[in-house]
């Protein structure tokens, strides 16, 4: 408890991005169950409470690394190339989870097969963003000043 108060903004902000990512975790291992359960309706729920969570998430992930590339000066040569590398690759990942979730968490789309098996696939690639995002671009933020 003490040592949280002595925490930078970012260092702050990291904490809490974690949590979000274990919540993310938890509701796709929800969504998943729920599914296999018949359970339509939770999945459908926690679908929505996805996509509200992940649209915040990314939101503000999206606006930090912007901004500690628009005040880069400090900032190695390498670190400002993994920013940028880590932003475009995942741009393409970012809309297809977007507009995935969008799809299927609406009223009017069935979730079947190519529902879960399309969603296991997101996931597996989702985790392993999160972990390289865990690993080295929040060790990045964490040091900077920015």
């Known amino acids: 408890m003490i040592k949280s108060l002595f925490l930078s903004k970012n260092q ?9 990512h274990k919540s993310i975790g938890a509701l796709a291992g929800k969504i998943i169950e729920s599914y296999e ?8 729920k926690y679908l929505n409470d996805l996509d509200s969570l992940t649209v915040g998430h990314l939101m503000k992930e999206d606006l930090a690394f912007y901004n500690l590339l628009k005040h880069s000066e400090g900032l190695e040569e390498e670190t400002i190339d993994n920013i940028k590398e880590f932003r475009e ?8 989870l977007m507009n995935f979730i969008a799809k299927y968490a609406s009223d009017n789309t069935e979730l079947d097969e190519t529902f879960i098996t399309s969603f296991k696939g997101l ?6 963003r999160i972990n390289y ?3 080295n671009l929040y060790q990045i933020l964490a040091e900077s000043k920015a």
Do not use: C, M, R, Y
């Open 123 to 128: 996931v597996k690639v989702v985790v392993s």
């Open 133 to 135: 995002e865990e690993e």
């Open 89 to 96: 690759t995942f741009k393409g990942t970012k809309t297809a």
């Open 12 to 20: 702050k902000l990291i904490k809490a991005w974690e949590q979000e």
């Open 37 to 44: 359960k018949n359970d339509i309706k939770k999945s459908k």
